[in-house]
Every structure is written in C-alpha cells, then in structure tokens.
C-alpha cells in the first residue's frame, strides 16, 4: 500500500502540471536537454559548497528505492543558486523528476522519467480492485519465488502492459512481487547495455549502474539485478 499511496501522490503532480501547461509546451519540455542538467548540477554543487556539504534533497523514507530516494528540492536552489527550476523539472510541467545519486560520494544529477509513474499508477489501481474482489493477485508465471509476470486479461487488457524505456527506447515489460507491488523488468536495456559496454560484473554483483553511469536517466521502479553464470541479466533474488 506504501508504494500505492507514492504513486497516487506523484500522478497528481503529473495531472497538476498537466493542466497548468499547454500540450506544445508539455511536448517541449519532455525533451532532457544536456545544458539544463548541467545548469542543476552545477547549482547543487555550488550549494553544497556553501553549506559545507548539505545537499538539495526531499526527505524520503530510508526504504525508498536508491534511485528514487533523493529528489532535488528546487526551493533549496531557487532564486539564489538557478532563477527558476528547469523547463523539463515536473516542478515547471516537464516529465522529469531531478534526482542525485552516488550521493555520498560524487553528487550527480539523474532524470526519473514520470511517465513510467503514470504507467503503473494505472495498473496498480486495476490491480488493487482485483485482489479486493479476489483476494489475490493476479498471477501468471513465476520468474523467480518472488516475483510474478501478470495475467494481463484477468486486468481488462488485451496486451501485456508496457512502458518505454528512456535508456533504448524498447518497450519494457512489467512485473509484480507477491504483495503486488509493480515494478519495471530492465532486463532487456541491461542486456544490450552488458553487451555493448565494457564490464567487470560478476555473479551476485548488483549491475542496475550498467545503465545509469553514461545516461541521464535513472531505472525508476526497479529490483536488483545481477548476472547468471553465462553473463546475463537475472534478478539478484535468483537463486
């Protein structure tokens, strides 16, 4: 229910932003430009110069996923450090949520796409009514003791819902745990991203960083993954 009420309140800044700014507006500010992201990380370093190592976060809960756990407080930077947030912040109708990772170490500034909120907000909510009415999940296939692909049509859908992945571009699959909590499957990016880049991963490391180190974007809603004894990605509870 935690992760419910999380998605219920970011889908309402989608809908706020939403109405607030017109579609070509929306549309433009959709687009992650190199020089905005530039413009955020070098207000937060500033920042965190001059308060001796502070930085410019939202308080999150300390379950919250990593790559969620701390978003950019643009009250923090605004108007001393940057005039107004981003085009492409939520804060200003973008699609993006700002977010540091690798925060102990090196500071760096990351997008969260929030349309992939919106995806699985919609799905929650269908499957919420399920289990409410059934009194389980609806499961299909077991990928791992934990985790579960849907049987989509008990939902209504008429395909295996979806969302599009911000790294490739493909068109990603999702999955849920045994308390229906819903998650992207990356295994697809990871797998070209294992393929295409030089690596020294091993079995049981955690390898989500694969995507986030040359790209501006965060795998939103994700489980831990490593890799299988032929170098492909598996989730990390895999036995």
Same mark, same amino acid.
């Given at each position: 229910m935690k992760f419910y009420k999380i998605l219920v309140v970011m889908l309402g800044c989608i809908l706020l932003t939403g109405c607030l700014y017109p579609e070509e507006k929306l549309q433009k500010n959709s687009i992650p430009y190199d020089d905005q992201i530039a413009a955020v990380q070098s207000s937060v370093d500033q920042y965190q110069e001059d308060t001796s190592g502070l930085l410019p976060i939202k308080t999150r809960d300390m379950t919250t996923p990593i790559y969620q756990k701390y978003p950019i407080d643009f009250s923090m930077l605004t108007p001393r450090y940057m005039a107004e947030p981003p085009g492409t912040a939520y804060e200003s109708g973008g699609v993006y949520q700002y977010v540091l =990772?690798?925060?102990?170490?090196?500071?760096?500034?990351k997008l969260l796409d929030l349309r992939v909120t919106e995806e699985l907000h919609e799905l929650?909510? %269908?499957?919420? =009514?399920?289990?409410?009415? %059934?009194g389980y999940p609806p499961f299909k296939d077991l990928i791992t003791s934990e985790i579960f692909t849907l049987d989509y049509e008990k939902l209504g859908y008429k395909e295996p819902p979806t969302v599009q992945s911000p790294f490739t571009g493909e068109y990603l699959p999702l999955i849920i745990d045994k308390e229906a909590n819903v998650y992207v499957d990356y295994r697809i990016d990871l797998n070209r991203a294992l393929q295409e880049k030089d690596h020294s991963y091993k079995q049981g490391d955690d390898i989500l960083n694969i995507l986030v %180190?040359?790209?501006?974007? =965060?795998?939103?809603y994700s489980l831990p993954y490593t890799i299988d004894d032929k170098g492909e990605p598996i989730f990390r509870t895999e036995e």
């Open positions: =990772v690798d925060v102990e170490e090196d500071p760096t500034v929650s909510i %269908k499957l919420e =009514v399920y289990r409410q009415a %059934k %180190k040359d790209s501006p974007f =965060v795998p939103a």
